[in-house]
């Protein structure tokens, strides 16, 4: 049997690619656009393993997806590929309109003629999974409870607003034509490969390089953090149990202020790799303009995956943060490679023009 990842060079893919061929004996077909977020060295452990095809191709591209549909007649697609970055989205919404949007619309196009003309179990077996965030739903107040999956949706970014869109997409896929669907909607990641453009890896990089650590605004904004293994292992427990049509909330029950994220990092780089003057790293934090429209507060309640799935995170933050850092210490080639080139001129627009 073969499954179908998009998006499974970026974060989040590689990690779902890696854990897959580790843990079944299932072939995956890997199509990544290879965008700025796309990495084959995430993929280097699985670089001579038959069973992981890779790719390179645009989840848009009709006649290609329809072609590795027919050559490799998988049982699930699992649709990871996003342009991901909100800040990205603020400074250029085209991308994400185009891949999120007129991508996913194009990939359940292909999916759905492959699907329509499959047979028996291979026809009600087959399940079309779509990975999306907990952003759809917009923000929170302080003393509003966590999103649940019959949240309105209510997005506020163009990030945001084309995951939303694809999301409604996939679902009107099922109702209109039947496509055996699956929803998840994810609060932050983080963990191995994670791209130095998003808070975490970005803090410890900076961190390292003796740089500025920027928090924007007051750095209260709250976000619910997930390792992401956990997130993983939440996705492969909705493809194998997951209800058909149904929308899964997938978090980690752990909310904290960035400045609290930034801080903690800053403790653990000082026991892990103290700075030669003996200063802590929190020396660098620094305050930045806002971003504009910033979400203050996102929250995922996770529990209806955990009632009808069983499914709990395996890591708390504590752990996961820690195996975090520990990773970017042990992996210096990784993080230098892709922090030269473009990541340099991203650096400049994004944060040379907050005062
Ligand atoms: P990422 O930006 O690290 O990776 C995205 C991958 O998709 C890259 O490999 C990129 O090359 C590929 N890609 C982009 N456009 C493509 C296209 N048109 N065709 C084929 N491939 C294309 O993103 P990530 O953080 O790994 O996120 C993966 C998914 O999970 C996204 O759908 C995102 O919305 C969702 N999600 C992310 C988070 C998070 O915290 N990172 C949280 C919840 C949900
Ligand atoms: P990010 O990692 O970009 O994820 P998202 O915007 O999807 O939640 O940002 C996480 C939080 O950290 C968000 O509130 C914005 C904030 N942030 C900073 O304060 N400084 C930074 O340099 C970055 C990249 C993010």
């Given at each position: 049997?073969?499954?179908?990842?998009?998006?499974?060079?970026?974060?989040?893919?590689?990690?779902?690619?890696?854990?897959?061929?580790?843990?079944?004996?299932?072939?995956?077909?890997?199509?990544?656009?290879?965008?700025?977020?796309?990495?084959?060295e995430n993929?280097?452990?699985?670089?001579?393993?038959?069973?992981?095809?890779?790719?390179?191709?645009?989840?848009?591209?009709?006649?290609?997806?329809?072609?590795?549909?027919?050559?490799?007649?998988?049982?699930?697609?699992?649709?990871?590929?996003?342009?991901?970055?909100?800040?990205?989205?603020?400074?250029?919404?085209?991308?994400?309109?185009?891949?999120?949007?007129?991508?996913?619309?194009?990939?359940?196009?292909?999916?759905?003629?492959?699907?329509?003309?499959?047979?028996?179990?291979?026809?009600?077996?087959?399940?079309?999974?779509?990975?999306?965030?907990?952003?759809?739903?917009?923000?929170?107040?302080?003393?509003?409870?966590?999103?649940?999956?019959?949240?309105?949706?209510?997005?506020?970014?163009?990030?945001?607003?084309?995951?939303?869109?694809?999301?409604?997409?996939?679902?009107?896929?099922?109702?209109?034509?039947?496509?055996?669907?699956?929803?998840?909607?994810?609060?932050?990641?983080?963990?191995p490969y994670?791209?130095?453009?998003?808070?975490?890896?970005?803090?410890i990089?900076?961190?390292?390089?003796?740089?500025?650590?920027?928090?924007?605004?007051?750095?209260?904004?709250?976000?619910?953090?997930?390792?992401?293994?956990?997130?993983?292992?939440?996705?492969?427990?909705?493809?194998?149990?997951?209800?058909?049509?149904?929308?899964?909330?997938?978090?980690?029950?752990?909310?904290?202020?960035?400045?609290?994220?930034?801080?903690?990092?800053?403790?653990?780089?000082?026991?892990?790799?103290?700075?030669?003057?003996?200063?802590?790293?929190?020396?660098?934090?620094?305050?930045?303009?806002?971003?504009?429209?910033?979400?203050?507060?996102?929250?995922?309640?996770?529990?209806?995956?955990?009632?009808?799935?069983?499914?709990?995170?395996?890591?708390?933050?504590?752990?996961?943060?820690?195996?975090?850092?520990e990773w970017y210490l042990e992996n210096h080639a990784w993080v230098a490679n892709v922090?030269?080139?473009?990541?340099?001129?991203?650096?400049?627009?994004?944060?040379?023009?907050?005062?």
């Amino acid at each position: 049997m073969t499954i179908l990842v998009t998006g499974g060079a970026g974060f989040i893919g590689s990690n779902f690619v890696l854990e897959w061929l580790a843990g079944s004996d299932e072939a995956v077909v890997n199509l990544d656009a290879l965008t700025y977020a796309g990495n084959l060295e995430n993929l280097a452990a699985v670089h001579s393993e038959k069973r992981h095809i890779f790719v390179h191709g645009d989840i848009g591209n009709f006649d290609l997806v329809s072609q590795l549909l027919a050559e490799y007649q998988p049982r699930a697609i699992l649709n990871f590929a996003a342009e991901s970055h909100v800040d990205r989205s603020i400074h250029g919404p085209e991308d994400f309109i185009q891949t999120n949007i007129v991508g996913t619309f194009r990939l359940l196009e292909a999916v759905r003629a492959y699907w329509s003309k499959l047979e028996g179990e291979a026809k009600s077996q087959f399940r079309f999974l779509h990975v999306s965030t907990d952003e759809v739903y917009g923000f929170l107040n302080k003393e509003d409870p966590a999103f649940k999956e019959n949240n309105r949706y209510e997005p506020s970014s163009p990030y945001s607003a084309s995951k939303a869109a694809s999301d409604h997409l996939v679902r009107a896929y099922h109702h209109t034509y039947g496509l055996p669907v699956l929803t998840t909607n994810c609060s932050n990641n983080y963990g191995p490969y994670h791209f130095p453009e998003k808070l975490i890896p970005l803090s410890i990089h900076n961190a390292l390089a003796g740089k500025p650590l920027p928090i924007y605004g007051d750095g209260q904004q709250i976000r619910d953090w997930l390792y992401v293994k956990d997130h993983c292992s939440a996705i492969r427990r909705v493809l194998e149990a997951g209800r058909v049509g149904e929308t899964y909330n997938v978090g980690g029950w752990n909310e904290k202020a960035n400045l609290e994220v930034v801080d903690t990092l800053c403790a653990i780089l000082d026991q892990l790799s103290p700075r030669a003057d003996g200063k802590s790293y929190k020396e660098q934090i620094t305050f930045v303009t806002d971003r504009p429209g910033h979400d203050r507060r996102y929250a995922i309640d996770a529990s209806k995956l955990e009632r009808e799935l069983g499914w709990k995170p395996a890591e708390s933050f504590e752990t996961g943060i820690r195996k975090t850092v520990e990773w970017y210490l042990e992996n210096h080639a990784w993080v230098a490679n892709v922090t030269s080139g473009h990541y340099r001129q991203w650096v400049d627009q994004n944060y040379g023009e907050r005062s």
